[in-house]
Structure formats: structure tokens, C-alpha cells
């Protein structure tokens, strides 16, 4: 069984900074990627896209937090990180990672990400 962990959320001013951690636990063997996801406050609001990373390294990230947010790992801990910079009100949302690992996707629970004045 394998269980996401995720950390690092809370309140902070626009401009600010936050670093979000997500760690696996449980037998794990190849992670593939490892991916965040985020879902804003509102009904219909869907569940969006924001990095990933991937076996090798190689990363991406949607075009509303390119240059602002890095996403990095620690193969060693099993452990993706989402460093979050120059934080806006609209990155209020929800943030998700998930993991594929062997052939199987698993979600964390999920950590609250607040910007506001």
C-alpha cells in the first residue's frame, strides 16, 4: 500500500513564498513522475495542472506559474517539493500531488494554499 503525504501549506501575503512537500511511504518502487496539481475555491472549478517532473529530471510547468514555482525531488526520500515564489492571490487553491509509480497513479490528500492581504 502507498500513501502521499503532503506539507507546507498556509497563509501568506502576495509576494510571498511557500514550499509544499509531498513524500511517498509504503512499498514503492519506480516513481515515473511526479506531478502537482491544484483546485481553486468554487463549485465547477476544475482540477488543474501546474508541474511535473520525471524519472530523469526533465520538468514542465503550465504557463500561469512558469517562472514563479520550481518543482524538484529527492529520489532518496521519495519526496517531490513545489517551491512556490512571487505567490498571487490567484494561486488560491488546493494543491494535489499524485505519483505514478510502477503502473499506478496515487493522490495526496491534499494541502490548502492561501494568498491574501
Known amino acids: 500500500q502507498v500513501q502521499l503525504v503532503e506539507s507546507g501549506g498556509g497563509l501568506v501575503q502576495p509576494g510571498g513564498s511557500l514550499r509544499l512537500s509531498c513524500a511517498a511511504s509504503?512499498?514503492?518502487?519506480?516513481?515515473?513522475?511526479m506531478t502537482w496539481y491544484r483546485q481553486a475555491p468554487g463549485p465547477g472549478k476544475p482540477r488543474e495542472w501546474v508541474?511535473?517532473?520525471?524519472?530523469?529530471?526533465?520538468?514542465n510547468y503550465a504557463d500561469s506559474v512558469r517562472g514563479r514555482f520550481t518543482i524538484s525531488k529527492d529520489n532518496a526520500k521519495k519526496t517531490v517539493y513545489l517551491q512556490m515564489n512571487n505567490l498571487k492571490p490567484e494561486d488560491t487553491a488546493v494543491y494535489y500531488c499524485?505519483?505514478?509509480?510502477?503502473?499506478?497513479?496515487?493522490w495526496g490528500q491534499g494541502t490548502q494554499v492561501t494568498v491574501s492581504s
Open positions: 508541474a511535473i517532473i520525471s524519472l530523469s529530471g526533465t520538468t
Open positions: 509504503g512499498t514503492v518502487s519506480t516513481i515515473w513522475q
Open positions: 499524485k505519483m505514478r509509480i510502477a503502473s499506478s497513479d496515487y
